[in-house]
């Protein structure tokens, strides 16, 4: 089994940062609670656009990733962070190369 990941790429309305930040850490840290293979994840603010954000979370494999997602909460959770923002897209990764 290979590792896979999901990142986001959030815009967050102004003002709401913190709260963003609050919603995102509750969304995964339910993840690591609720289903099996989550193996980290991260959330990085840019350092020039603080309304930026890039999330990345790296899986066990594909099958625990698609659990995760097919979770009916997994929704309630996303939605609860992506209210909070003007702009979101979310991607599915595999390794294509490593250094």
Not at 5 to 19: K, L, P
Not at 56 to 74: G, I, L, Q, V
Not at 75 to 96: H, M, N, P, Q
């Amino acid at each position: 089994m290979d590792s896979c990941y999901a990142s986001g790429n959030w815009v967050v309305q102004r003002g709401q940062e913190t709260e963003f930040v609050n919603r995102w850490t509750a969304f995964l840290e339910w993840s690591r609670a609720a289903v099996r293979g989550l193996s980290s994840a991260q959330l990085i603010q840019d350092s020039e656009e603080p309304r930026h954000f890039v999330s990345f979370a790296s899986w066990e494999s594909s099958e625990a990733m698609s659990a995760w997602r097919s979770m009916p909460e997994f929704a309630t959770k996303l939605g609860a962070c992506r209210e909070l923002c003007d702009d979101f897209r979310g991607s599915s990764y595999t390794v294509a190369a490593s250094v």
